[in-house]
């Protein structure tokens, strides 16, 4: 059974940076990508950023870019998501997801993924 535990969430004021973690287990970490996403309530949940623990390929959501970085930590089966410059419109439910296999096409949608967690929350005041 895959259990993915994520951390870190809380309050910023905008401007601000959050780092996330999301701790896997139960499965073999190298094999499969790895993925954070967010939902605010009434809305679809949406790609944030995704990363191949076996290549470290990584892709990120327009909204992100440049703001965003996701990284891996394959000794301590950990990828993270650090986020800076952080803005209201990033207030949202963050979720970590391990897919099914490495890197398949389309590395944000939300159906290549198995595996999620519990989410963390994340709010930027303005």
């Known amino acids: 059974q895959v259990q993915l535990v994520e951390s870190g969430g809380g309050s910023v004021q905008a401007g601000g940076s959050l780092k996330l973690a999301c701790l896997a287990s139960?499965?073999?970490?190298?094999?499969?990508?790895m993925a954070w996403f967010r939902q605010v309530p009434g809305k679809e949940r949406e790609g944030v950023a995704a990363?191949?623990?076996?290549?470290?390929?990584?892709d990120y959501a327009d909204f992100v870019k440049g703001r965003f970085t996701i990284d891996q930590d394959s000794a301590k089966n950990t990828v993270y998501l650090q986020m800076n410059s952080l803005k209201p419109e990033d207030t949202a439910m963050y979720y970590c997801?391990?897919?099914?296999?490495?890197?398949?096409?389309?590395?944000?949608?939300?159906?290549?993924?198995?595996?999620w967690g519990q989410g963390t929350q994340v709010t930027v005041s303005s």
């Open positions: 139960g499965h073999t970490y190298s094999r499969q990508s």
């Open positions: 997801a391990a897919a099914r296999a490495d890197w398949l096409p389309g590395p944000l949608r939300h159906d290549n993924y198995l595996y």
């Open positions: 990363i191949s623990v076996r290549s470290g390929t990584t």
